[in-house]
């Protein structure tokens, strides 16, 4: 089964902090996603990285930054964290081939005072 | 670009009762479609997928789901509703060629006794 770890369920950080969420995987996948879920909004895609040093933007970048030094850890981060950013954050990994799925870690609840 | 339709975040079902989630998807053409469960302080989980080979896909727990081209829905059912499916189910679609998954907004079950 693929593995998908966030290092945090629960993290409480204050205004104008850097904060690093950090997710690993151990199934060698080429691609990985951070998405944020918000009540009545479903996912939304932050970032996706398709391979080490790779990233694209997704729907709601704003405010956030990505970093791939490797093919197992992607790591998402809040460069002046901000009230409106508290949320349920998710990391995904999707393998190579057709019509595969994501498969999820366990998220992270962030709340920034 | 892709988006996925879910009618009616709350849905509540007696349980023994027949369980109906709809998904409708707007695509150019047949995508790859998910159906996804999130039960509480979790990750999602992958409840069944279509990839364009037979029409009704078996999941999980005793889900299926139908894709109708036609129509351009994947509804999920379950004939009969456990407790245990109490939970958050979200509908994603995929176009092919595209490693980006759109989702719908969620529904949350509620099962009542």
């Known amino acids: 089964d693929v593995k998908v770890t966030q290092s945090s369920r629960y993290l409480v950080k204050r205004t104008g902090e850097k904060v690093f969420l950090e997710c690993v995987q151990d199934?060698?996948?080429?691609?990985m996603f951070w998405y944020r879920q918000d009540p009545g909004l479903g996912l939304r895609l932050i970032y996706f990285s398709y391979d080490v040093k790779m990233k694209e933007k997704g729907d709601i970048p704003e405010g956030y930054s990505v970093s791939r030094e490797k093919k197992e850890r992607f790591s998402l981060i809040l460069e002046s964290a901000s009230t409106n950013q508290t949320s349920m954050y998710l990391c995904?990994?999707?393998?190579?081939?057709?019509?595969?799925?994501?498969?999820f870690g366990d998220g992270t609840r962030l709340s920034i005072l | 670009a892709q988006s996925v339709t879910q009618l009616g975040s709350h849905v509540s079902v007696s349980e023994g009762a027949l369980v109906l989630l709809r998904c409708n998807y707007s695509s150019s053409v047949p995508p790859y479609l998910f159906w996804y469960v999130q039960y509480p302080n979790q990750g999602l989980q992958l409840l069944l997928k279509y990839t364009s080979a037979a029409t009704l896909v078996k999941g999980i727990n005793g889900f299926e789901a139908e894709f109708k081209k036609s129509e351009t829905s994947f509804h999920l059912t379950k004939p009969s509703a456990h407790m245990s499916d109490a939970a958050e189910y979200f509908c994603?679609?995929?176009?092919?060629?595209?490693?980006?998954?759109?989702f719908g907004k969620g529904n949350q079950v509620v099962v009542i006794p």
């Open positions: 994603a679609v995929s176009e092919r060629g595209n490693n980006r998954l759109a």
């Open positions: 199934m060698d996948h080429e691609n």
């Open positions: 995904a990994t999707l393998d190579r081939g057709a019509g595969q799925p994501q498969h």
